[in-house]
C-alpha cells in the first residue's frame, strides 16, 4: 500500500478549515490556524482574474467568517502535475454548494511547499471556473 499523498492531504484539509470558516461552524480563534497554510509570499488568480497576495487573503479570510451559511465544499479529481522532494503542483476540481444553493464549479492548481519538517503550506493558486 502507497502511503497517503501529502499534497493532496493538504489540499483536502484545508478545504475542510475554508468550508468550516466561510460557513461559521468554525470557532473565530480558527482564523490563525487557517491562515498559517499559506505561505507569506502567497499569491492566488482569482476566478475573476484578480491577483492577490497573502495579505489580501488574509483579509479575506479575517472579513468572511459565517458569510456562507451552509457551505458546502466538495475536491475530487486530485492528481500531480509535477512533484519534487520540497513541493509539487497539484491540479483538483472543487464543487461549493451553499444554502442558497448556488453553486460553483472550479479547477484549480496549486503550488505547495513542503518544509524539512514536513509542514506543507500554500505557495501561490490558480482558479478557472468551469461553465456547464
Known amino acids: 500500500m502507497n502511503p497517503p499523498n501529502p499534497f493532496f492531504q493538504e489540499i483536502v484539509d ?18 490563525a490556524t487557517l491562515l498559517n497554510r499559506f505561505s507569506r509570499c502567497f499569491s492566488m488568480v482569482t476566478l475573476q482574474g484578480l491577483q492577490l497576495d497573502r495579505t489580501a487573503v488574509d483579509g479575506l479570510f479575517s472579513q468572511g467568517h459565517g458569510k456562507r451559511p451552509g457551505l458546502r465544499i466538495e475536491i475530487d479529481e486530485l492528481h500531480d502535475i509535477a512533484a519534487w522532494r520540497e513541493g509539487a503542483v497539484v491540479g483538483y476540481r472543487e464543487t461549493q454548494i451553499d444554502e ?4 460553483t464549479v472550479r479547477r484549480s492548481t496549486a503550488v505547495l511547499a513542503c518544509d524539512e519538517s514536513g509542514c506543507v ?9 468551469v461553465v456547464s
Open 121 to 129: 503550506t500554500w505557495r501561490h493558486l490558480q482558479e478557472t471556473s
Open 14 to 31: 484545508a478545504h475542510i478549515d475554508i468550508e468550516q470558516w466561510l460557513s461559521g461552524r468554525a470557532e473565530p480563534d480558527r482564523l
Open 100 to 103: 442558497s444553493g448556488s453553486c
